[in-house]
């Protein structure tokens, strides 16, 4: 092979893996990341879930959430939807998150979409323990594309599991310090 024909082939060659990188990944390929977070604390259970199952609640203690809006002042019933402004990751977007499951005081889940597709589940797990509750927190989100996928493992993943240890932590912090712990 001649040297420019080697180059026009690279060239053609780097367009065509950029291309697919960007490409919408079909619904059956499930790259999906999973962030875990758990932490005690000191409050009845029932009490932990009134309070992170009301929208108007999360910007005093998750870092990523900027503002609420539509039914903030509650804790979310199945079908009730909600409005986060979030940056996530050093993102700033728009998610509409609408309650999907509710087994007050034990589990809450909420699905998440962004402009009409799929952008994560967030499922609160609650359980009485001795000192009070232990909460776990769990966000699995799927990589729409081979470049998300990509820029998750190498930046993104992280970030994220880095904002929600410090979300977690900072409810404790806020849920204790209420109760005079």
Do not use: C
Request: no cysteine; proline share 5%.
């Amino acid at each position: 092979m001649k040297s420019p024909l080697r180059w026009i082939v690279a060239i053609l060659a780097a367009f065509t893996v950029i291309a697919l990188l960007g490409l919408r990944l079909p619904e059956f390929v499930n790259l999906t990341t999973k962030i875990v977070t758990v932490i005690s604390i000191k409050r009845p259970d029932a009490v932990v879930f009134d309070y992170v199952t009301t929208p108007s609640h999360w910007p005093d203690w998750h870092p990523s959430s900027l503002s609420v809006s539509g039914a903030t002042d509650h804790s979310l019933s199945v079908g009730e939807q909600v409005t986060e402004e979030f940056r996530v990751a050093g993102r700033r977007g728009s998610v509409v998150w609408t309650a999907a499951v509710r087994d007050r005081p034990r589990k809450w889940v909420i699905v998440g979409t962004i402009d009409g597709k799929s952008a994560g589940t967030v499922t609160y797990t609650l359980t009485p323990v001795a000192s009070g509750t232990r909460f776990e927190r769990e966000f699995v989100y799927r990589a729409p594309s081979l470049w998300f996928a990509a820029v998750n493992v190498l930046f993104v993943r992280a970030r994220i599991q880095q904002e929600s240890d410090e979300a977690v932590a900072r409810l404790k912090k806020t849920l204790e310090t209420a109760n005079g712990q």
